[in-house]
T-cell receptor, first 115, second 117 residues
Framework: AQKITQTQPGMFVQEKEAVTLDCTYD???????LFWYKQPSSGEMIFLIY??????QNATEGRYSLNFQKARKSANLVISASQLGDSAMYFC????????????FGQGTRLTINP | GAVVSQHPSRVICKSGTSVKIECRSL??????MFWYRQFPKQSLMLMAT?????????EQGVEKDKFLINHASLTLSTLTVTSAHPEDSSFYIC????FGGGSYEQYFGPGTRLTVT
């Protein structure tokens, strides 16, 4: 069974600093997808970034980048130049292969940006 | 981009009553919809997967007779919590997947906060 682990329950960072949120995964599949979502206090799930298992380059989306280390089975999210609005819960997720392509989520990391 | 709506956003009901939550894909046809439940300060847990026109597939431990899911059209799926109890109070989120593959094919609704008194 696939599993996602986020070992940081909470992170506190000063505004404008970069922050790395950890995510490790466990799967026996060769083809899989990794996602990061942001969930502010309003509850909506905001898609941030995606990395496919066969993608050779690390994914980047604006201030977000994914540090994909396949051999270590890690997919850390890096947020550069953090902003107060980045304070939220962050979830790492893996898409299971197969027809349904369900998402399995990690426990989440609560990020707080201090002014 | 693809938009998924949920209605209602918040609902309070009395113990023993039933409540229906709607999930709609507004600008695309959703072949598959997923229903998640999220307790406070916890992660999202998948409850069931529904495909248009067929019975939903429930995850282990989810009571299918209590959480009725109907996916009658390509744009609408409903979750009915029957005989609700206070322990069913939670945040329910749906997501929808359209035709074909692609990296970002699963889109989330804004969620419904259910409180059972």
């Amino acid at each position: 069974a696939q599993k996602i682990t986020q070992t940081q329950p909470g992170m506190f960072v000063q505004e404008k600093e970069a922050v790395t949120l950890d995510c490790t995964y466990d799967t026996s599949d060769q083809s899989y997808g990794l996602f990061w979502y942001k969930q502010p206090s309003s509850g909506e799930m905001i898609f941030l970034i995606y990395q496919g298992s066969y993608d050779e380059q690390n994914a980047t989306e604006g201030r977000y980048s994914l540090n994909f280390q396949k051999a270590r089975k890690s997919a850390n999210l890096v947020i550069s130049a953090s902003q107060l609005g980045d304070s939220a819960m962050y979830f790492c997720a893996m898409r299971e292969p197969g027809g349904a392509q369900k998402l399995v989520f990690g426990q989440g990391t609560r990020l707080t940006i201090n002014p | 981009g693809a938009v998924v709506s949920q209605h209602p956003s918040r609902v309070i009901c009395k113990s023993g009553t039933s409540v229906k939550i709607e999930c709609r894909s507004l600008d695309f046809q959703a072949t598959t919809m997923f229903w998640y439940r999220q307790f406070p300060k916890q992660s999202l847990m998948l409850m069931a997967t529904s495909n248009e026109g067929s019975k939903a597939t429930y995850e282990q431990g989810v009571e299918k007779d209590k959480f009725l899911i109907n996916h009658a059209s390509l744009t609408l799926s409903t979750l009915t919590v029957t005989s609700a109890h206070p322990e069913d109070s939670s945040f329910y989120i749906c997501s929808a997947r359209g035709f074909g593959g692609g990296s970002y094919e699963q889109y989330f609704g804004p969620g419904t906060r259910l409180t059972v008194t």
